[in-house]
T-cell receptor, first 113, second 113 residues
Framework: DAKTTQPPSMDCAEGRAANLPCNHS???????VYWYRQIHSQGPQYIIH???NNETNEMASLIITEDRKSSTLILPHATLRDTAVYYCIVRAFNSNSGYALNFGKGTSLLVTP | DGGITQSPKYLFRKEGQNVTLSCEQNLNHDAMYWYRQDPGQGLRLIYY???????QKGDIAEGYSVSREKKESFPLTVTSAQKNPTAFYLC????????????FGQGTRLTVV
């Protein structure tokens, strides 16, 4: 599976856009970029995913570079409730793990008043 | 409402006892997964199943066992052979495709004393 690199922590002021970067330079053509977040002591929550094109939903936008080696998750107007650990995951089928998501350590986002 | 349910939310056991964690989904998903999370760490895959009556070991299967007798259910047993069973356990389910997201339960926090 392609590895991802995320900054360990970031801060964002409430009401501002939060831009969370992710590097995945070894991604293959059939591998998807998924973003999840986890609020303390809860199960991970799906945010968004994409293959090649930029994607937007009610929670966030996902910008994938043309070469697919990096992506950015954008929370357009961060609120205090967006404080969480954000995981960028490159998802592929693997003979050792099937379709399972392979979690790294993620980025701890702190939204401040 | 469709979803994935883990029970109980908190579980306490004495050292040396086996304990079974429940995971049920009504999403009609073929694939189900068990993860373990330790403080400050990402999720690690214990077992996964892509179809009824079949399951595969993940990265950290030692000391754990599972069954998949029904599509909706994927219970995890933490045996006395697991050396450090105290952790946060998460169950997930998905279709057997990369194109759609996996859904997570809210987790079971197991404490062994």
């Amino acid at each position: 599976d392609a590895k991802t690199t995320q900054p360990p922590s970031m801060d964002c002021a409430e009401g501002r856009a939060a831009n969370l970067p992710c590097n995945h330079s070894t991604i293959s053509g059939n591998e998807y970029v998924y973003w999840y977040r986890q609020i303390h002591s809860q199960g991970p929550q799906y945010i968004i995913h994409g293959l090649k094109n930029n994607e937007t939903n009610e929670m966030a936008s996902l910008i994938i570079t043309e070469d697919r080696k990096s992506s950015t998750l954008i929370l357009p107007h961060a609120t205090l409730r967006d404080t969480a650990v954000y995981y960028c995951i490159v998802r592929a089928f693997n003979s050792n793990s099937g379709y399972a998501l392979n979690f790294g350590k993620g980025t701890s986002l702190l939204v401040t008043p | 409402d469709g979803g994935i349910t883990q029970s109980p939310k908190y579980l306490f056991r004495k050292e040396g006892q086996n304990v079974t964690l429940s995971c049920e989904q009504n999403l009609n998903h073929d694939a189900m997964y068990w993860y373990r999370q330790d403080p400050g760490q990402g999720l690690r895959l214990i077992y996964y199943s892509q179809i009824v009556n079949d399951f595969q070991k993940g990265d950290i299967a030692e000391g754990y066992s599972v069954s998949r007798e029904k599509k909706e259910s994927f219970p995890l047993t933490v045996t006395s052979a697991q050396k450090n069973p105290t952790a946060f356990y998460l169950c997930a389910s998905s279709l057997v495709t990369l194109r759609t997201e996996a859904f997570f339960g809210q987790g079971t926090r197991l404490t062994v004393v």
